[in-house]
């Protein structure tokens, strides 16, 4: 908490005013180690880009630091003790960084091109990028969702058992990673065929910060084969499971 003080409008204020002023905007991994967290740990593997959302139609602003994953853990369950929206145990940001750090296990529907807005100095431009459709299986999601609505708007959506529709957006850096190594034979993933994927979440368009709910988008950072042919009853057994 101290280390987000000093990016505070005032670092007087209350542990949980502090906390409410402070959004996660993206993730990243850092294979290097290289980047240094505001609470003075060095080496972190996972990083997590913060903002000042008070602070948004000021220059310095514009700025983000970086929190390691013990920080953004505490951030988050302080976070959940003050507004208590979820019916979880863990706020719902936890689920995600396990997308990210975990993967999760679902199926391929479609590629499809989707309107992204980005800000970028102070302006917000609208892009057009390559995404993915997929059906993932996730009851913490599924069952906080109207609770999620109301801080964030996403491309998930529910539908039935559990089962979650995601639009994952797809840079061409991660695609061509993947036709080196995964996809190999193939330029894009079979329809209904399952897969872990991993995926990062990110605020694009920061002039949306404190103007509930924010808009965060998910990329895909990377896909591996599901690690067994048995699982859960929860995951997916085939493409037909998630049919609506």
Known sequence: ??????????????????????????FDRDEF?????????????WLYYMKNKKK??????????????????????????????????????FTFMQWSQKGIIG????????????????KVKEFQRNAWVITVSNKAVFEDFEALEKEYST???PKVNNALEITV??????????KKTYLKDSNCLEKNTRHKFFLNFKIDD????????????????KLENPEASNFRCSEPTSGKDFLT
Do not use: W
Not at 33 to 45: F, M, N, Q, R, Y
């Open 206 to 221: 920061h002039t949306q910060m404190g103007k509930p709910p924010i808009p965060i988008n998910f990329y895909l950072s």
């Open 33 to 45: 180690a290289s980047e240094k967290c505001v609470c003075g740990k060095e080496e972190l593997k």
């Open 169 to 178: 957006i797809v840079s061409e850096n991660v695609l061509k990673k993947m």
């Open 56 to 93: 948004i139609n000021e220059e310095y602003a514009l700025s983000t630091f970086i929190v390691g994953s013990s920080c953004i853990n505490t951030f988050y369950k302080s976070r959940k003790e003050k507004n208590k929206i979820y019916k979880g145990h863990n706020p719902i940001e």
């Open 107 to 122: 199926n391929f529907r479609k590629q499809i091109k989707i309107p992204v807005k980005i800000s970028k100095n102070g």
């Open 155 to 157: 491309s998930i959506q």
């Open 1 to 26: 908490m101290n280390g987000l003080r000093k990016h505070a409008t005032n670092p007087k204020l209350s542990d949980k005013k502090i906390v409410n002023q402070f959004e996660c905007v993206g």
